[in-house]
């Protein structure tokens, strides 16, 4: 007996995933993978974008953000994925605001990131 069967696709692997690099703040983020949400034991509804790098030296090391952080917010403004980043980060930089604040999901931690930017260069 033949029984037809559709197989479902593999989930996408971390380096397939969609990236964002930021060049004021100067990090990368990618969209989550089913293996991170797998590996830090997230839910299904877990959003945010995933930093992957932050250069030595740049706003972002300052403000504290490292490799593995999970942006969820900023300014207040909910992160589901790098777009939504993206789109808010360009409105961070247009508007040249003074302070931001991230706040991002550190292992079992939340912590709020305070970014105090020189626009002048």
Do not use: C
Request: charged residues 30%.
């Amino acid at each position: 007996m033949k029984v037809p069967v559709e197989l479902v696709r593999s989930p996408r692997l971390q380096r397939e995933m969609k990236k964002y690099r930021n060049n004021d703040f100067e990090f990368t983020a990618r969209n989550v993978s089913f293996f991170d949400a797998a590996e830090e034991q997230w839910g299904n509804e877990q959003q945010g974008a995933l930093i992957e790098e932050v250069k030595p030296g740049s706003w972002g090391e300052l403000a504290s953000l490292y490799s593995g952080d999970l942006v969820v917010e900023v300014d207040g403004q909910r992160v589901d994925d790098v777009d939504g980043l993206r789109r808010v980060m360009e409105e961070v930089a247009a508007a040249k605001k003074p302070v931001l604040v991230m706040k991002v999901l550190r292992g079992i931690h939340t912590a709020y990131l305070e970014f105090e930017p020189n626009w002048k260069n």
